[in-house]
């Protein structure tokens, strides 16, 4: 294959301070790799020839920093951008880990947890804003209930959107240049989350004070564990204009959140994710949430996150291949694929509507047509396996 393997900023490939520089600590185990700073994680990803860094507020700084430790560690982040050309692409904030959130934080039962949470995201916002970052994520790890009597999910809803209205619009009282994007996920750590998956999202989006604002950052293992499809459901996110943001990584189903290198297990479906974000030119960040395998060490974890961008676009020279391939247009054409993209029968009229009724069909003729699917999708593992060319 004579495509491009190796990355350029323009792929707008991105990683989370979190994901290579993953400790490997589990439930069960303790951490199996040394801490990375900020600013050699940075140089790390200029090295490999990614484009983006995002972090979260604790990520950066670590909680209990003075300020004077503070103004170090991002002075020194802050270097290592420039030296490299590393963009920083998204930001966020932890508001899952400290235990003051083990009951929620925008839904606790707890006022005071809740104001607490709002300011944590102002000020979250606040050091997304100064290093740039165009995308604010909202992942509610902890907004959601073991006990479905501890809270009335109506009022945890309310909850819910009167913290990201209120966010809203500190970001435009501000003037910072940046969206939100909510992260949908089932379940884990609670045991069941509030915003389960893309469609509850976008549903729960249109009913914010100013729904333009804010859109989505599905994640490949969140749609997964729900047992459903990533690739349908980022498809309509993209029909609605509400893909801000993807996290890329690989998850088997019906497993915990496992986080794997994008690529590493549905290849099929990554294969048609890839051709989806290419056909439709998303043109947001390529951003990697995944983590090494928790017994790599040293080497591994930067072998790991090249090998994200390589699967990516190889998966994308695959697409392209299967798109311009004449076989491949031949069985879409049997399969009616394009006829799909034509109006059924417009908009109504009384007139139209009469015709339609008095129209003659043929339901066993219909019935009897072959659409090729069969010959289609072996043309897919065809082209996986590179058996095309032969
Ligand atoms: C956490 C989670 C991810 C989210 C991150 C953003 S944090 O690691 O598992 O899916 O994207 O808060
Ligand atoms: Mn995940
Ligand atoms: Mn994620």
Not at 105 to 116: I, K, Q
Request: net charge negative.
């Amino acid at each position: 294959m004579s495509e491009r393997l190796t990355p350029l900023p323009e792929d707008k490939f991105a990683f989370g301070l979190w994901t290579i520089g993953h400790l490997g600590r589990d439930p069960f185990g303790d951490a199996t790799r040394p801490p990375i700073s900020p600013a050699d994680f940075v140089r790390g990803l200029g090295r490999i020839g990614a484009w983006g860094v995002s972090f979260h507020d604790d990520d950066l700084v670590p909680p209990g920093a003075t300020a004077a430790e503070a103004g170090k560690i991002k002075g020194d982040f802050r270097s290592a951008l420039d030296e490299t050309g590393v963009v920083v692409s998204m930001a966020t904030t932890n508001l899952f880990w400290h235990p003051c959130f083990k009951d929620g934080a925008f839904t606790s039962n707890d006022p005071e947890v809740r104001r607490y949470a709002i300011s944590k995201a102002l000020r979250a916002i606040d050091t997304g804003a100064e290093f740039g970052a165009p995308t604010f994520v909202f992942w509610g790890g902890r907004e959601g209930v073991e006990s479905a009597a501890s809270k009335y999910p109506l009022d945890a809803l309310d909850r819910y959107r009167e913290a990201l209205n209120y966010l809203s619009a500190y970001v435009k009282d501000q003037g910072y240049q940046l969206r939100f994007a909510i992260e949908p996920k089932p379940n884990e750590p609670r045991g069941d989350t509030f915003l389960p998956t893309i469609g509850h999202a976008m549903a729960f989006i249109q009913t914010l004070d100013d729904p333009s604002m804010v859109g989505l950052n599905p994640e490949v293992a969140h749609e997964t564990m729900a047992g459903l499809s990533f690739y349908q459901g980022v498809a309509q996110a993209i029909w609605q204009e509400k893909l801000f943001h993807i996290d890329l990584n690989d998850q088997k189903i019906g497993r915990y959140d496992q986080d794997l290198r994008f690529g590493s297990e549905g290849i099929k479906d990554d294969f048609f994710l890839v051709r989806l974000l290419e056909l439709t030119g998303y043109s947001g960040p390529k951003h990697f949430d995944s983590r090494p395998y928790r017994n790599e060490y040293g080497d591994g974890i930067w072998e790991f996150a090249a090998n994200s961008m390589k699967t990516y676009l190889a998966l994308a020279a695959k697409a392209r291949a299967f798109n311009s391939d004449p076989a491949v247009q031949q069985a879409a054409e049997l399969a009616g694929v394009n006829a799909l993209a034509e109006p059924t029968v417009g908009k109504f009229s009384t007139a139209s509507a009469a015709a339609l009724k008095a129209e003659k069909f043929d339901p066993e003729k219909l019935a009897a047509r072959n659409y090729f699917n069969e010959r289609l999708d072996q043309l897919v593992i065809d082209h996986i396996f590179g058996l095309n060319n032969k």
